[in-house]
C-alpha cells in the first residue's frame, strides 16, 4: 500500500490544522493505521493509532484531548485534527499502516508498521 501524507503547514500556537492520508494499493480495511512524528535530533514518536473498524482509538499522553485520529475507509483515508497546537508540537507527521497488527499494545510501536507515507511539515510559532 502507498500512503501520501499532506496538510502539515505553519500556524500559530494555538491554532489548528487536520492531516490527511490517503492510501492507495490494497484493501484500507485490512489496516491498522498511525500518525507518529519525529521533530529535529528526536526519535520519531507515537502521536495517535486507529483499528481498521475505527472503533478503537489510542493517543499519546501529549496530545490527549487535543488531537484526534479518523479514518474513512471508503475513501481510503486516515485524518488527524490538531486543536490546540503548541511550539512543541512541531515536526514531520508520518502516516503509517499495517496489516499484521493485532494487539493494542503493539499500536504504539514505530516498528510494527510496514508502510509509511512521506511525511509533512508541522509548524507552530509563538
Known amino acids: 500500500v502507498q500512503l501520501q501524507a499532506s496538510g502539515g503547514g505553519l500556524v500559530q500556537a494555538g491554532g489548528s490544522l487536520r492531516l490527511s492520508c490517503v492510501a492507495s494499493?490494497?484493501?484500507?480495511?485490512?489496516?491498522?493505521t498511525g500518525w507518529f512524528r519525529q521533530a529535529p535530533g528526536k526519535e520519531r514518536e507515537f502521536v495517535a493509532a486507529?483499528?481498521?473498524?475505527?472503533?478503537?482509538?489510542y493517543y499519546a499522553d501529549s496530545v490527549k484531548g487535543r488531537f484526534t485520529i479518523s479514518r474513512d475507509n471508503a475513501k481510503n483515508a486516515i485524518y488527524l485534527q490538531m486543536n490546540s497546537l503548541k511550539i512543541e508540537d512541531t515536526a514531520v507527521y508520518y502516516c503509517?499502516?499495517?496489516?499484521?497488527?493485532?494487539?493494542?499494545?503493539?499500536?504504539?510501536?514505530?516498528?510494527?508498521?510496514?508502510?509509511w507515507g512521506q511525511g509533512t511539515q508541522v509548524t507552530v510559532s509563538s
Open positions: 486507529i483499528s481498521r473498524g475505527g472503533a478503537s482509538s
Open positions: 503509517a499502516a499495517d496489516r499484521h497488527i493485532i494487539y493494542s499494545n503493539s499500536y504504539y510501536k514505530a516498528t510494527e508498521y510496514d508502510y
Open positions: 494499493g490494497r484493501t484500507f480495511t485490512n489496516y491498522v
